[in-house]
């Protein structure tokens, strides 16, 4: 079935630095891939989107690629806030949403 | 003004009781969902209703009934609970269906079960 792979499980940066996520999905007929930032005990929410139509998208400090042949995709954090922390996930969509496993990253001042 | 709002935020009950869990949205979306996230944090899709009509349903124990009485509500009852099912569960929405449009998610029942 669709499975949607998320790397790493943990990360940990310095204030200022980047950070970045990767993941993989298995079913070519996806075409939405969203990213949500989930903070303790509060609900995911939607930071950046990509379509399949496109290979890059950028939103301030945060970026996200896609690479359709290699069907990876990737969220980049540039200057990294201890605001950051939280728990992100990577979805792919070929109809539903399937969730990758979730990165806690944690931004240390 | 909460977008997708959930009742209760919180449910403890015992093993075999059988509880609701509501879900309103005010963003004049089509399409709502339920998912579930696990103590590891892992979310999955259970069902997808679309004005009204199921249009995903998950491999989910049939114990497990939404229900949608119009395109803004999407109510979960569950039967005869196990402690298997001790979860956070949200409800989302989104423009429209199959997936393709950004979700709006609730805050989210906290579900344990003693």
């Known amino acids: 079935g669709e499975n949607v792979e998320q790397h790493p499980s943990t990360l940990s940066v310095q204030e200022g630095d980047s950070a970045v996520i990767k993941c993989t999905y298995s079913d070519s007929a996806s075409n939405y891939f969203p990213w949500y930032k989930q903070e303790l005990g509060k609900r995911p929410q939607l930071i950046i989107d990509?379509?399949?139509?496109?290979g890059e998208k950028k939103d301030q400090r945060i970026a996200v690629t896609l690479n359709k042949t290699a069907k990876h995709f990737s969220l980049h954090i540039t200057e990294t806030q201890p605001e950051d922390s939280a728990v992100y996930f990577c979805a792919a969509s070929a109809g539903k949403l399937i969730f990758g496993q979730g990165t806690e990253l944690s931004v240390k001042p | 003004d909460t977008a997708v709002s959930q009742t209760p935020k919180y449910l403890v009950t015992q093993m075999g009781n059988d509880k609701s869990i509501k879900c309103e949205q005010n963003l004049g979306h089509d399409t709502m969902y339920w998912y579930k996230q696990d103590s590891k944090k892992f979310l999955k899709i259970m069902f997808s209703?679309?004005?009204?009509?199921?249009?995903i349903n998950e491999t989910v124990p049939n114990r497990f009934s939404p229900k949608s009485p119009d395109k803004a509500h999407l109510n979960l009852h569950i039967n005869s609970l196990e402690l298997g099912d001790s979860a956070v569960y949200f409800c989302?929405?989104?423009?429209?269906?199959?997936?393709?449009?950004?979700?709006?998610f609730g805050d989210g029942t906290r579900l344990s079960i003693l």
């Open positions: 209703y679309n004005n009204k009509e199921l249009i």
């Open positions: 989302a929405s989104s423009p429209s269906g199959f997936g393709s449009q950004p979700q709006h």
């Open positions: 990509i379509r399949s139509n496109v």
